[in-house]
C-alpha cells in the first residue's frame, strides 16, 4: 500500500513538473504585449510619414520589440499593427480597394473601429453577421 501510494506520488509530481514545464514553453512562445513607449514610438513614427520599413529599422535599432524573440521586427508585421491601430501613414489618401475605389463616405475597418473607439474584432464580426 505504501508503495503504491509513493509510485502515485512520484507520478503526480512528474505530471506537474512537466505542465509547468509546458507552461513556461508556452508563455516563451507568445509575442510579448508593446509597452505605451514602443506603441507612441510607432505612432510618432508613422505621423512622421515613415514607411514600415523604416518604422521597423529605426524599432530594430533602438532595440524595441522584438515578437517571438526574433532579432528584428517584419514590415509586414508592422503594417497589420499600423492597420490594427488605425495608423496608416502614407496611406490615408489610399482610396483603391481589390473591389474599385472607396468612396468619400468610405472607412477601412481598422480607422472605423479606431474612430469609434472599438475593438476592431468586434466590427469585423458585425461586418460578418451583417
Known sequence: MVRQLEKDWEHALAAQ???KEDYEHYRRAQPRR???CELNTIRVLAASGATVTQIADRLAEQGLWPPRQNPRCHPGAIHHLIRRLGIRPGLDDMRNT???KLGNDGWW???LAHQLGMPTATL???LQRG
Open 17 to 19: 513538473t512537466k505542465l
Open 34 to 36: 508593446l509597452s505605451t
Open 98 to 100: 481589390a473591389h474599385g
Open 109 to 111: 475597418p481598422a480607422a
Open 124 to 126: 469585423f464580426g458585425w
